[in-house]
């Protein structure tokens, strides 16, 4: 998937950003520190991220803020939309930094190896229903 071509102002159909979207952030332990995920929706439909780590320097912080905001724009693309679940599980789910961390997930503990395994895996649940 040619990520240019989806991030084009014309494949991104009629949709505007609001002002405000609704929510919701969810603060996951990783041994690099708080991780906050929010996801929010343009109805029910997952159709922005964002995310903050904490103890992380600034390197760590804008590679997770410039991801998000790829993904974002992937996620407003009707076209791009579910192409992003293959590249969800073909290049991030999975991704290993080293760090990996347990955490509570629908109730039962689940292993991710790292903040980028942990949001690519949220995402695709998302699509996914």
């Known amino acids: 998937m040619n990520v240019v071509k989806c991030l084009k102002e ?3 159909g009629d949709w505007k950003r609001p002002k405000v979207l609704e929510g919701t952030t969810t603060k996951v332990q990783t041994e ?3 991780l906050f995920l929010t996801k ?5 439909r997952l159709i922005e991220i964002s995310a903050v780590i904490g103890r ?3 390197c760590s912080r804008c590679l997770l803020d410039s991801f998000c905001k790829v993904v974002s ?3 407003q693309s009707p076209e791009a ?3 992003i679940v293959k590249k969800l599980d073909k290049q991030f789910i999975g991704s290993n930094c080293g760090q990996p961390f347990f955490t509570k997930t629908d109730g039962k503990q689940e292993k991710f190896l790292g903040c980028v395994d942990y949001i690519a ?3 695709k649940e998302e699509i996914d229903r």
């Open 10 to 12: 014309s494949d991104m």
């Open 32 to 34: 690099c520190g708080n």
């Open 40 to 44: 929010c929706y343009d109805g029910e």
């Open 56 to 58: 992380n320097g600034t």
């Open 73 to 75: 724009c992937l996620l």
């Open 81 to 83: 939309r579910y192409k």
């Open 121 to 123: 895996q949220s995402i």
